[in-house]
């Protein structure tokens, strides 16, 4: 899977040692580096054979107009592309003024890491040139969190053997959104695509960032930009200190799209050069550049008196509690170990300081998904966040509920109450240009219910709720209040997707009725609570709501009578109410070569089958279980999983969480790993693109909820733990109502420990129907049977009676021989009784 | 509904008695003249005041590239757009060198005419200039039936009370598809459309006619292109000759975009100046231009010794012919009575010389729909012209037959067998960018297999269907043997679009289902029967085809258990597996201002409800109807017309045939009226993007099968008439087996009377169940009792107990309190329990 003699195991750093062309795109994403605001791709610091040269500011942006080949009212038509931002990360080197050419040097060491403690870049190369000298280039690169708009980055030259002249060249290149306009363009634009990839980002063909300010003193540089459609504004500011006992100078330049800071160094022998280079990125949806420019200034005049040792110190202290409190712990296991803690800081990476926007799919490692915020990070980044960073994911709930005014619009438009959350935006506005996919998953709305209301139970962060949260809560049920409609005594949602996407725009799917079920009673619910227990905040919301007294009962009544698609004659819930009619897609046979199958059949072709892009059923049964029986829950299991392609990074978890719950543990593990490896081992093709971060989220509820089995219905602990046989231990942090709890998983005991001076002093959790609580300073050990049931294998497709499997094309006869009592008359009977005349 | 003050009626001439510059684009269109090759839009010959200046060839059109917002694999690749060719219209009028401005000049006597015996349109001024001179302007076009290539256009000046200098300025302009590069662009062009419309034509962007040579020689001119991407080739000719007795000369210019020949006269007051201008116009798919130049110099000579007069009078004898073979009189109804031959007029000059090429949706009088072919032709086009013009459908046919290699590549790209027919097309790919609503509507594969089995037999054409119709008739069974499916006994078609395009892919959509088993069997049928009678011709055809030995026993097998969907508890068929399972749309109730309903709601809200476009299962019910009782055709329309907007114009044909059937006798008229005079009243608001032909086509068939009740299942040619209250009687021709029959009916009796001379001496036909036979120079008198069963008014939606009709937004209470029986546990219960502290 890995090349572990190039990659090899450390459980605390992802290691590189020896470059290689061929994967530029693939290592660019996995040694990237970010704080949830900045992003920087791992390109080299020489500035090319990059895949993606990629710097991006979560949520800024620029605005398009889609065109639609053929359109309709209603068709979201404003386009929503993370830019590209200038490049600052490039740092040349020259000695004996031949640059160092990553492709072509003579390298006889090669290391480049990403260090999970301290989340730094680090590269260690000795370079011999072509005329002998051996050169030790030490570089890094660190992105603060503490600091949200800093970066530092580092560039150590030591000429080993002689004295020789070195040029250590530090730019800011503009480079329009990837193209660089000073030389060469990186692979990935230069690459034709020969297949519509919808994962792929937009281009803009226009310019993108129109120059504003711009100047250099002394060794610092800044560069300002305004976006040419959506008028947002960036200004990205650079300082540079030198160290060194050689001789040097240094000069300057500066254009609207370069900026130049080079130092001369006559360097002796074995006497090193170290230049440190400290970036500022600062953006703003319409603040003009210039006063961007004076806050990258402060934000330097406050950092370049601490050396970058220092803020590596800072950043390792900072991070040291994040792992704290998330670590989690695979004993005897170092590959997974050290992928599960890749995958862990992918999310701080992505999150941490979003501070007021979301966690866009890819974070800020790649332009895949054009950096729009999906359901990604309610269903599967958050509950990672509610349990170590709740901070984190309230600062993600607040980005939805600031997008509510743009969603109450949208609802408006496509005739519907309420708000519908857009299914893709950076903005707030509907950013989907396939609506069958797109704007017909109006499931995400029950899903940022859900996510608030688990955050909630996971914090106790009432204020939250009663404040703000409610809004999101009430809104998006009035959208499933007018969309559902009574037939008889049951209610009924028509026209939607569900998460799997290759079934799309049908009635009554089990996922979205089920969430918004839950989205209906929860806002029923809370309003309730509200009006009692918080009057005031409660006579506010309903102000600034307009909320009706009949709302809450009548939003009770539609979710308690909510349709739930069950089939007695297959015993198992059918994805939506014409599921089962479809004619089964034969997956066993299917060919790798038609895979993934998006891009090798017409969708009207995939529509008609039963064959699944990800979990739905499934997913539905893991955040709603408490509805389903453990018999519904493996009968659906063993239906779904051999339908199932997982062409989506999502399904795995769901899938790895499910087959634990229901016994097939093997297959957990290999779901579980599937997930943890999308991006290290590049399992779908496209890492290039970017970091798969609802796959780095999920495989944390993989972990704690798979196989430690954590639930957390209606807010309350339970674990039903499902340990891997070869797993000796598993252990990790969760903090619940402010307290931090440690879990230790071995295969006889599961033990709970509360650390103490958290908020709450006992913890009351649950573990397979038996209950228990934990005091401060204490543990409880709750010894284990065994770790669940266990079936061998994974599920086999069911070939009923009714139908065999097929695929596109094949031909299936039928059973009985009904042409013996085929009607004689036949319309055209009479066509050619004459042709022989 | 027409201004009849300004738009009298006259039965053979469509009139227009003044100026009004406020709906030139409906003028434009329905003046507009033309011969299924050539089609000239109304635009004045003084080139100014156009809604859109329109020229169009059949046929001519150019590619781009579709861009999708959101593209897949299989989406249409290919956009095709019909161009608008260079302008032989203009001939500008110059009297005291002040030009005659139509929108300035005062104007004592106006009047314009289309007139249906020879298609000429003539317009007739008599102009007052500022310095009171009286210049009577008689101008007329005539684009020839006879010879394809040919126009001929004239302009007659007579300065009537003084001598003045008259100049006629005779161009040729390339507007570069409808923008004018010598000034001005036309209104539509101009108008900035507030919704998209997806039933306008597409623009693009570059040059489309890349100028290639170009000369003039005495008076006549040449311009010559060729299309940037399609590569097409295009040029036209143009000669004058000027007859007066007043002295003048003559000049010329040319330039690659524009040839000007223009005539400087000395007039004597009376004395009258004629230029008559002979234009011809040639395209080709990639023929060199200077080749095509040479024809349309052969067709200049041998035209303009010719005199507009004796053109005119040949053309008067072409479509004596043409009426005598297809004119329907309505007794005692001038107004319907113009409108109709106006809409039979249209469907000769879309179709007549359209030769290899097929009908576009609105002939050649305007862009909209591209210029695209659409099903419109095979259902709604051919049935009139089986039976008075069956040359002009086999070239249709033909057309489809043509296309059968680019059909059958893109059943491949939809993993299908045998050939699907683009849903919209020029040149054989699939053009229609949108698939719910176009490739989904595979019926269109039946469609073309019905009209071609349809027109063999009303014309016992055996050998066309030996030779080329039967691989349109196989290819496309093939299809559907693949694309459907085997469930227990019965054979479903899933995942497709019927004709309502108000509902999109759907499983077991009846029409589909309906047409695609006739499709089935027809091609086992015609496969068998030439085995038997055709062995030559049927085994170069296996060959050619690959045809296996089981296949025409697949196709039986699959048609006989086609699944035909039926409600047994509401008693009608619903139009697809799920319809009666969506919410009913209160039509009634639906103001005005939000119709058509595709310009004001999202697709997904549209698609949620029982609401149609256009009809779907009373369209089948009407071309297969031998399939259904009487009782379900009537159950069946009476519960689906209430539901249908006709927001298509192609719904009120069936909807008036189907009513007149099951007894609805004045909403037949109704129905009638409105396909009648859709484009004269403009009636949906887009006559201005060209004339709906299939309406025009439709509106034969609503009169004949409607009200004449004819029917030819199985070939058999029966008749259960409908007369309207107020008609006296009702005439008209048909042609069967080469024969020419008169079917003249009155309230009384039904005369069938078969001319001399044709191919078949005896016609065999039925009324009401009993068999006659007419021979020829005889006539059959078959006494009525009456016109058929009558029922009043329109039927009302029915508003079950199950669900009453809504709107989207309106919400429906359940009809039993569901409330106290809902559970305590919610899963959010716990969520604000704190809230208080």
């Known amino acids: 899977m890995i090349d572990r003699e190039r990659f090899p195991i450390d459980p605390w750093r992802l290691v590189e040692t020896r470059f290689d062309e061929d994967d530029l795109g693939v290592t660019e994403t996995v040694f990237a580096t970010g704080n949830g605001f900045i992003g920087m791709r791992a390109d080299y610091p020489e500035g090319r054979h990059a895949h993606e040269h990629g710097t991006y500011i979560n949520g800024f942006h620029e605005t398009w107009p889609i065109q639609h080949a053929e359109s309709a009212y209603g068709f979201a038509e404003v386009g929503q592309t993370i830019v590209n931002v200038p490049d600052a990360k490039i740092m040349r080197v020259y000695v004996d003024d031949e640059p160092m050419s990553i492709d072509l040097a003579e390298m006889t060491e090669y290391e480049r890491s990403l260090d999970f403690r301290d989340a730094s870049q680090n590269r260690r190369i000795r370079w011999v040139t072509p005329s002998g000298k051996e050169v030790l280039l030490e570089s890094s690169r660190l992105i603060s969190f503490a600091d949200r708009h800093l970066a530092v980055l580092q560039m150590k030259v030591t000429v080993l053997n002689a004295d020789a002249p070195v040029v250590?060249?530090?730019?800011?290149?503009?480079?329009?959104?990837?193209?660089?306009?000073?030389?060469?363009?990186?692979?990935?634009?230069?690459?034709?695509?020969?297949?519509?990839?919808?994962?792929k980002a937009e281009r803009i063909a226009e310019r993108v960032l129109v120059p504003q300010e711009y100047w250099q003193v002394g060794n610092r540089s800044t560069l300002s930009y305004r976006t040419a459609s959506s008028g947002m504004t960036l200004a990205v500011v650079a300082d540079h200190t030198i160290e060194t006992e050689n001789p040097y100078e240094s000069r300057g330049l500066i254009e609207p799209d370069i900026a130049k800071n080079v130092f001369r160094v006559e360097a002796k022998a074995g006497v090193p050069v170290t230049v440190t280079k400290y970036v500022s990125y600062h953006t703003s949806r319409g603040v003009p550049a210039a006063e961007l420019i004076d806050r990258g200034r402060r934000t330097l005049d406050r950092s370049t008196s601490t050396s970058a040792?220092?803020?590596?110190?800072?950043?390792?202290?900072?991070?040291?509690?994040?792992?704290?409190?998330?670590?989690?712990?695979?004993?005897?296991?170092?590959?997974?170990?050290?992928?599960?803690?890749?995958?862990?800081?992918?999310?701080?990476?992505?999150?941490?300081?979003?501070?007021?926007?979301g966690v866009p799919a890819k974070g800020m490692t790649g332009s895949g998904y054009s950096g729009h915020y999906f359901w990604d990070t309610d269903v599967y980044v958050l509950p990672f966040l509610d349990y170590t960073s709740p901070l984190w994911a309230r600062n993600a709930l607040r980005m939805r509920a600031g997008m509510l005014p743009a969603a109450r619009r949208?609802?408006?438009?496509?005739?519907?109450?309420?708000?519908?959350?857009?299914?893709?935006?950076?903005?707030?506005?509907?950013?989907?240009?396939?609506?069958?996919?797109?704007?017909?998953?109006?499931?995400?709305?029950?899903?940022?219910?859900?996510?608030?209301?688990?955050?909630?139970?996971?914090?106790?962060?009432?204020?939250?709720?009663?404040?703000e949260g409610v809004d999101l809560l009430v809104e998006t049920a009035r959208?499933?209040?007018?969309?559902?409609?009574?037939?008889?005594?049951?209610?009924?949602?028509?026209?939607?997707?569900?998460?799997?996407?290759?079934?799309?725009?049908?009635?009554?799917?089990?996922?979205?009725?089920?969430?918004?079920?839950?989205?209906?009673?929860?806002?029923?619910?809370?309003?309730?609570?509200?009006?009692?227990?918080?009057?005031i905040e409660y006579r506010a919301m309903v102000d600034r709501l307009g909320l009706s007294s009949d709302e809450p009962e009548r939003w009770e009544r539609q979710g308690h009578a909510m349709h739930i698609p069950y089939s007695e004659e297959a015993g198992i819930h059918p994805q939506d109410a014409l599921f089962l009619e479809r004619e089964l897609w034969d997956l066993e046979n299917t060919p790798v070569s038609q895979r993934p199958l998006l891009l090798h059949f017409h969708p009207l072709v995939i529509y008609r089958f039963q064959v699944l892009k990800q979990a739905d059923v499934v997913l539905a049964e893991f955040l709603q279980g408490s509805y389903f029986s453990q018999e519904e829950k493996l009968a659906d299991f063993e239906y779904y999983d051999p339908l199932t392609t997982g062409d989506s990074t999502l399904s795995g978890v769901a899938q790895a969480v499910m087959a634990a719950e229901v016994?097939?543990?093997?297959?957990?593990?290999?779901?579980?790993?599937?997930?943890?490896?999308?991006?290290l081992a590049d399992l779908h093709g496209n890492a290039s693109d970017g970091v798969h971060i609802a796959a780095a989220g999920g495989a944390w509820m993989a972990l704690v909820c798979g196989f430690a089995g954590m639930r957390d219905y209606g807010g309350v602990l339970t674990f039903d733990p499902r340990l891997p046989v070869e797993w000796p231990e598993l252990a990790f942090p969760l903090t619940w109502h402010g307290t931090r709890l440690d879990i230790t998983l071995h295969r006889e005991e599961l033990i709970v420990a509360v650390r103490p001076g958290g908020d709450v002093d006992e913890v009351p959790f649950g573990v397979r129907g038996e209950s228990f609580t934990a005091r401060a300073g204490e543990r409880v050990v709750v010894p284990l049977a065994d770790q669940g049931p266990v079936k061998p294998g994974r599920p086999a497709m069911r070939r009923g009676e009714r139908d065999d499997g097929t695929r596109p094309g094949a031909i299936v006869p039928p059973s009985t021989d009904v042409l013996a009592i085929i009607a004689e008359e036949v319309d055209a009977g009479a066509v050619l009784q004459d042709i022989d005349e």
């Not at 959104?177 to 994962?199: F, I, L």
């Not at 949208?410 to 519907?416: F, L, P």
């Not at 708000?419 to 240009?433: F, K, M, V, Y």
Request: hydrophobic letters at 40%; charged letters at 25%; aromatic letters at 12%.
């Open 168 to 199: 250590i060249n530090c730019q800011i290149i503009n480079r329009q959104d990837g193209e660089d306009v000073y030389g060469g363009r990186p692979a990935a634009a230069r690459k034709t695509s020969g297949k519509p990839d919808p994962r």
């Open 309 to 357: 040792d220092e803020h590596r110190a800072r950043q390792r202290a900072w991070l040291d509690d994040f792992w704290d409190r998330s670590d989690v712990r695979i004993a005897g296991h170092d590959s997974l170990q050290q992928a599960t803690r890749w995958g862990l800081l992918q999310v701080a990476m992505a999150s941490a300081r979003a501070d007021g926007w």
């Open 410 to 467: 949208r609802a408006a438009q496509m005739s519907e109450g309420g708000a519908l959350i857009p299914w893709r935006t950076i903005n707030g506005e509907e950013a989907s240009a396939y609506y069958a996919a797109g704007t017909a998953q109006y499931h995400i709305n029950a899903d940022v219910a859900y996510a608030l209301v688990k955050y909630v139970l996971a914090t106790d962060d009432i204020a939250f709720m009663a404040k």
């Open 479 to 535: 959208l499933w209040s007018t969309l559902g409609f009574w037939r008889e005594t049951s209610f009924h949602i028509h026209g939607v997707t569900g998460p799997d996407e290759y079934t799309t725009v049908v009635n009554d799917n089990l996922f979205t009725n089920v969430m918004a079920r839950f989205n209906l009673r929860a806002a029923a619910q809370v309003v309730r609570d509200m009006a009692e227990r918080a009057p």
């Open 663 to 679: 016994g097939y543990q093997d297959l957990a593990l290999e779901y579980f790993e599937h997930s943890l490896f999308v991006d």
